[in-house]
């Protein structure tokens, strides 16, 4: 059994800064596709960044330069680090995980999901 658990959310103030982790049990990051997917309240998941088993990145236009996403396969954990927050940003984020994704932004892609990590930020 896979289990995809995030940690990390909280609540910040604009301009702040957190770091989500998604640790993963059943299941090896090295040869995967994993992405960060976030959805606020009334709107659709979308696609925040992703990260190919060769360590190549993909980034939303929104948060580009902001956000980092960063794996350790030793540790089989994937992070967000989100930096220069806004209140635009708020939402649940999501960690997934696919074997074989076409489009990294494609939620339909990954066959697994975390639980959720709220993030808050003020204005």
């Known amino acids: 059994t896979v289990h995809l658990v995030e940690s990390g959310g909280g609540s910040v103030q604009a301009g702040g800064s957190l770091t989500l982790s998604c640790a993963a049990s059943?299941?090896?990051?090295?040869?995967?596709?994993m992405g960060w997917f976030r959805q606020a309240p009334g709107k659709e998941r979308e696609g925040v960044a992703a990260?190919?088993?060769?360590?190549?990145?993909s980034y939303a236009p929104s948060v580009k330069g902001r956000f980092t996403i960063a794996k350790d396969n030793a540790k089989n954990t994937l992070y967000l680090q989100m930096n220069n927050l806004k209140p635009e940003d708020t939402a649940m984020y999501y960690c997934?995980?696919?074997?074989?994704?076409?489009?990294?932004?494609?939620?339909?892609?990954?066959?697994?999901w975390g639980q959720g990590a709220q993030v808050t930020v003020s204005s």
């Open positions: 997934a995980a696919g074997r074989s994704v076409g489009i990294w932004s494609r939620k339909n892609d990954y066959q697994y």
């Open positions: 059943g299941y090896t990051y090295s040869n995967s596709y």
């Open positions: 990260i190919d088993s060769d360590g190549s990145t």
